[in-house]
């Protein structure tokens, strides 16, 4: 997981991650201006939230998580970009994920929701204030959804 964010193919999706996100919801995600696209990968990658995302696969897989996510998702690199997104969510809440997963593919974006997911080691947090998004690469075409939050609570 050395200096991840250096990879020409990681400072690329994040390029896709940040653009989606400020395309959609008019702000950035984190500060941008003036700083160069390796130098984004890194602060997105260090960010003090949580960032995810999974391709448009069928059974999405994640292809990204920054360090945050690594520590929460208890995984490292090359664990999580060969995990199904739907396995870090309890079974009883898949059907719900796939709503609003729905959601986010109509309206580009959704807000506010929560849900709890589960670590690599079955540790389980309720996460809150979600943001997830739709992403398009620079020729407007879908390739997957993001998520980030900065809540979360570890259950019992």
Partial sequence: MNNIWEKEEIIIW???????????????????KNVDKITQAKNL???????LSHNNNLNPIYNYGNKKALELWEMDWETLIKT??????????????????????RKGYITNYGGVRVSSTG???NI??????????????????AATFSQWEKLQ
């Fill in 14 to 32: 994040t390029q896709i991650i940040l653009n989606s996100y400020e395309k959609l919801l008019r702000k950035p995600l984190i500060t941008r």
């Fill in 45 to 51: 990658f260090n960010a003090d939230f949580v960032v």
């Fill in 84 to 105: 199904p997104s739907k396995n870090t969510t309890e079974a009883i809440s898949q059907e719900e994920r796939e709503a609003l997963l729905k959601e986010a593919n």
């Fill in 123 to 125: 540790k389980r947090y």
């Fill in 128 to 145: 809150t204030d979600i943001i997830l998004w739709n992403l398009t690469d620079n020729n407007n075409q879908f390739c997957g959804q």
